[in-house]
């Protein structure tokens, strides 16, 4: 496989991992009321698929480099696949909650972008950053899609059928994968440890500050949406709506890359998704939503491809995969946090507006953390 079908290859993989991931904020409402499962039951089950996905990053990281992407991306498609079938079928609190936890949790952490950074990273070296970029559209295309599949299917063939035809249309992409991608360069030679995330602090605290908030306004804004008094096919399209607007914004960083800095462009995404949140915390009424979804999705999703660009560059290829992993953790951890205390704000107000506050305060601390420090003025020698 040539190495520009190395960036395809991954765009369909994170077509099928985030779409399946993030869509389970769509079937929050119509679950609750079919299979009787309180929606409290699958935030909770939200947040620990979460911590699962945060915490099995470094065993991933350690797979990544001894077995190759290949192999862990395969795998982690099928499980995340195989998540949403097993959620076609239970009958039991418990079991809604434990499929979502293990299967999805291990399967989105082993399919999403520290494996696909790795795959790409090692066959672009530090030229990355646009193959990432275009491989990210997979990110907006699968919220594009299976929302608008899912919210399609809701009322002519049921709940639990919706459930079983995505995880099944997952699994084919999953087969079609594993018979064509190559082994993973890289993954022959021996790696040792990791090496060290120095010198990347401020990037890694703004990166899991942008994971308390993304989480929560893609998983929860359709529920937001519904207690504002939408219908639950329209609340669940505001995710492929956010989607069609990431995907946008997503191709043209494909380009922008070529002239500027990740950087300057993640200043400008932060500056972006602080507009959202604004009208999302100050303006009322449910039609607002429309321009949240727009502008928060447009400003949040491509923050990812651009900051692994940053913290990947300069990196041994073939310890890509365990020294990246402290950015997952980071990332996926900082995700689960935020969703229990989104939960909690929700249980004390009857809303999230509360918690898109908190993210407000959260995008402005992340400006701040990805702006480079002023070089101090040199000092004039005295005349004379």
């Known amino acids: 496989m040539r190495p520009e079908r190395i960036a395809w290859a991954g765009l369909m993989a994170m077509t ?28 909770v089950a939200a947040a ?30 099928a499980l995340i696949s195989s998540s949403y079938l097993v959620l076609s079928v239970v009958t039991r609190t418990w079991e809604f909650v434990a499929a979502y936890m293990v299967l999805g949790g291990l399967g989105f952490a082993s399919s999403s972008t520290l494996t696909v950074t790795t795959l790409i990273s090692r066959v672009f070296r530090d030229q990355a950053g646009p193959a990432l970029a275009r491989a990210a559209l997979g990110i907006n295309l699968g919220q ?9 299917l809701f009322d002519p063939i049921g709940v639990r059928a919706t459930y079983a035809i995505l995880g099944a249309a997952g699994l084919v992409v999953t087969i079609y994968l594993g018979l064509r991608l190559p082994a993973c360069p890289g993954a022959e030679r021996p790696a040792g440890g990791g ?21 929560v306004v893609i998983l929860m804004l359709p529920k937001h949406a519904t207690e504002l008094g939408w219908n639950v096919a329209d609340a669940g399209r505001l995710v492929a709506l956010a989607a069609l607007s990431a995907g946008l914004t997503s191709a043209a960083m494909v380009r922008l890359l070529r002239t500027y800095r990740p950087e300057m462009l993640l200043r400008a995404l932060y ?7 604004i009208l999302a915390v100050f303006v009322p009424g449910p039609g607002v939503l429309i321009a949240v979804a727009i502008l928060f ?38 995700a689960a946090v935020g969703l229990g205390i989104a939960g909690l704000i929700h249980a004390q107000t009857d809303s999230y507006r509360g918690y898109f506050a908190l993210g407000l305060v959260f995008s402005i601390a992340c400006v701040a953390l990805v702006t480079p420090a002023r070089a101090p003025r040199p000092e004039l020698a005295p005349a004379g």
């Open 144 to 152: 594009l899609i299976t929302p608008w599949a899912a919210t399609a």
């Open 195 to 215: 090496e060290s995330l120095r010198g990347r602090a401020k990037l890694l605290v703004a990166f899991g500050l942008h994971a308390a908030t993304l989480y």
């Open 48 to 77: 620990l698929g979460t911590t699962v996905t945060g915490l099995a990053q470094h065993p991933i990281g350690r797979l990544l480099d001894s077995i190759g992407a290949k192999a862990v991306l395969v795998g982690g498609l």
């Open 271 to 277: 500056l972006v998704r602080i507009v959202a949140l």
């Open 16 to 43: 099928v991992s985030f779409g399946l991931n993030f869509t389970m904020g769509v079937f929050f409402a119509p679950t609750a009321a079919d299979y009787g499962i309180s929606t409290t039951a699958m935030a």
């Open 297 to 334: 999705g447009a400003a949040s999703f491509p923050i990812v491809p651009l900051t692994m660009a940053v913290m990947s560059r300069g990196l041994d290829p073939a310890r890509m995969g365990r020294t990246l992993a402290p950015a997952w953790i980071t990332h996926q951890l900082s």
